[in-house]
Nanobody
Framework: QVHLVESGGGVVQAGGSLKLSCAAS????????MAWFRQAPGKERDLVTS????????YYQDSVKGRFTISRDNAKNMVYLEMNSLKVEDTAVYYC?????????????????????WGQGTQVTVSS
């Protein structure tokens, strides 16, 4: 199994930037689909962005397109989420998640139920 630990959350003013990191340990995750979800108080856990094996695909929720960038460094066992032009509505707990998939699959996984392993979450608060 893969163990995930997120870091990089915090409080930032609207318009600012944050970069979240997700460190993976355990078995190799190089071909897994990796994702960032977020959950605001009283709301469901929603997919923000996901990334397949290198050279496959990336997906972004419409509300973050052009502002957020997901990336992965398999050599370092890391996944990143760079967030720019942050808005108050981006405030949430952000979770890193992964799904074990067959090598080089291009299947898309949009629901939290689709993911096999999760980090503990990191709080992002955007103030006005």
């Amino acid at each position: 199994q893969v163990h995930l630990v997120e870091s990089g959350g915090g409080v930032v003013q609207a318009g600012g930037s944050l970069k979240l990191s997700c460190a993976a340990s355990g078995r190799t995750f190089s071909s897994d689909v990796m994702a960032w979800f977020r959950q605001a108080p009283g709301k469901e856990r929603d997919l923000v962005t996901s990334i397949s094996w290198p050279g496959g695909y990336t997906y972004y929720q419409d509300s973050v397109k052009g502002r957020f960038t997901i990336s992965r460094d398999n050599a370092k066992n890391m996944v990143y989420l760079e967030m720019n032009s942050l808005k108050v509505e981006d405030t949430a707990v952000y979770y890193c998640a992964g799904r074990n998939v067959p090598y080089r699959t291009l299947s898309f996984f949009g629901s939290a139920r689709d993911y096999d392993y999760w980090g503990q979450g990191t709080q992002v608060t955007v103030s006005s």
